[in-house]
């Protein structure tokens, strides 16, 4: 009989080890896809602050660009490949007992819906900033992705 039960909790061990294993490989491709995501559209999105310089009106102030129309297009190109990592993301489901998982995938998850949102408003609107929310620096930290 304890030879049994031996057999079976090795058994149990081993197939926890490859769960374990193959939602670790998981987790992380959904923080490579964020990175890749964060990337992609801090490019796209930062092209457009970077190259565009002020005007001087005639009384020699800097008249205030407005990148609405232009932020709010480049979103709206970024969108689908933002989402396309949100929704990756939000498969991935580990065990509730690999805990340092679960934490990783939950931090994983606030910060992809908090970019996915970020992204939205930007396209609908053009007026969110993109590089200085706080919160998305938090979120980014929390996972690993570095801001461009």
């Known amino acids: 009989m304890l030879a049994v039960v031996l057999v079976a909790g090795a058994a149990v061990v081993v197939a926890?080890?490859?769960?374990?294993?193959?939602?670790?490989?998981?987790?992380?491709?959904?923080?490579?896809?964020?990175?890749?995501?964060?990337?992609?559209?801090?490019?796209?999105?930062?092209?457009?602050?970077?190259?565009?310089?002020?005007?001087?009106?005639?009384?020699?102030?800097?008249?205030?660009?407005?990148?609405?129309?232009?932020?709010?297009?480049?979103?709206?190109?970024?969108?689908?490949?933002?989402?396309?990592?949100?929704?990756?993301?939000?498969r991935v489901i580990p065990e509730s007992w690999h805990f340092s998982l679960v934490e990783r995938q939950a931090a994983s998850r606030a910060y992809s819906a908090a970019l996915v949102t970020l992204v939205q408003t930007i396209a609908a609107q053009g007026r969110a900033s993109f590089r200085d929310d706080a919160t998305m620096r938090r979120l980014r930290d929390t996972i690993g992705v570095d801001g461009g």
Do not use: I, K, W
């Open 16 to 90: 926890d080890g490859h769960t374990r294993s193959r939602e670790n490989v998981e987790v992380a491709s959904c923080q490579q896809q964020l990175r890749f995501a964060t990337e992609f559209a801090e490019q796209r999105l930062g092209l457009v602050a970077n190259y565009l310089e002020p005007t001087v009106a005639a009384d020699g102030r800097v008249q205030r660009l407005h990148l609405a129309d232009l932020m709010s297009a480049r979103a709206a190109n970024v969108l689908p490949q933002v989402q396309q990592a949100d929704r990756y993301c939000r």
